[in-house]
Structure formats: C-alpha cells, structure tokens
C-alpha cells in the first residue's frame, strides 16, 4: 500500500520500466484546439510532476529548464504558456523575478499541493478542472455557427420588379452636337450679308 498499488495488484509489465505521464482523457479531448507548441508544452508540464515528491505547483517552464529538452525560442515557450493559462490547463502559482527567479506553475487537472513560496492567494484562486471550461464542444466544427435554420431562397429586399427606365427619368447626352451651329447656317448669314449690299 505504501507505493500506491492495490495488494494483489499485478505490475504492467506491457511497457517499457520507467516513470511515465499519466493523462486523463478530459485533458487530451480539451486540448484538441490547443497549438501544436501549447499541445507539446503541456507535456513538458506533465514530465515534470513527482507523485513521490508530490510537486505540483512548482512546475517549471523557463528557457533555462527547457532548453535541454529542445525548446530553444523564448517567443514560442511565451507564446504557448499564455495559450495554456488562457485555456486554464496550468495555473501560475509564483510570480517569477529577475535576475534568477523563475516563475512556478500547477496543472489544474491534478490538486495543488502545499508548497511554500507560492505568491498570496494563490490557494483560494487556485481552480482544480479549470480547463473544462473552455473544454470545445464535440462536433462543434460539423455546426454552422448560427445554427441550422433554412437560410431564405429569394432575395434580402424581395423579387419585386425593377422598372427598364432609372428613377430620374431617362439621361441626355451631355456632349451632343447640334446639326446646326447656334449662329445658323453659313451659306445662309453670307447670304443674307450680300443682300444688303445690294
């Protein structure tokens, strides 16, 4: 009983010997919208629990914890911690400070421990399943997003006929040439002059 195991209870020897990440199936059905990198953090965060030295709430997620385990971009860690704590996946339990102090984490599918350091509060703030909440629904892609009501055939001001002439009557050419100039015809004002000579 002191290592957990039921009396009787025979070892899972189907595996390869070792430690390893146990996930509830909440969590990888929420995580289904996560990035690829927040999906990658989030077991970086589960390796790290130590149901022996419990520690959750002091999880690590610094450059320098992670670099050797293959995350070198401070950006892309950044980016997909704020995905995780958006999503309630972890929850920040110590304020990190510069120049050395890293900030501590829990995973909010697991109780907190009691560790000391954590920032003020941090106990009563603290929500175990807070993932759930932003958990999508299932077939939630296969949905339009209003809904499935019949979308009207006809259009949206109705089939009312429009009439061939526009509203303001029918349009006069601006530029029209006149068959005759405004001052009259100039076979006929040459003329005329020549009369009055006579």
Known sequence: MANGRSPGRKRDTGRDPGGFVAL???VLDSA??????????????????????????????SRAHLAPRGWNSSDMIMKAKRELLAAGFIFETAKGARPNKASWYAMTWRA???????????????????YRKSAPIKDASLRPPHGTGKAPIAPPHGTETHPPVPPHGAI???????????????????????????
Do not use: M
Not at 112 to 130: H, N, P, S
Not at 174 to 195: F, Q
């Open 24 to 26: 509830p199936f909440s």
């Open 32 to 61: 289904i919208g996560l990035s690829v990198h927040a999906k990658a953090l989030l077991l970086e965060v589960a390796r790290q629990f130590n149901s022996k030295a419990p520690n959750n709430g002091r999880l690590l997620l």
């Open 112 to 130: 907190l421990d009691k560790i000391e350091g954590f920032d003020f509060g941090v106990e009563q703030a603290f929500e175990r399943g807070a």
């Open 172 to 198: 006069r050419p601006i530029s029209a040439h006149l068959s005759v100039p405004p001052d009259g015809h100039l076979l006929e004002v040459t003329i005329s002059g020549c009369g009055n000579e006579r």
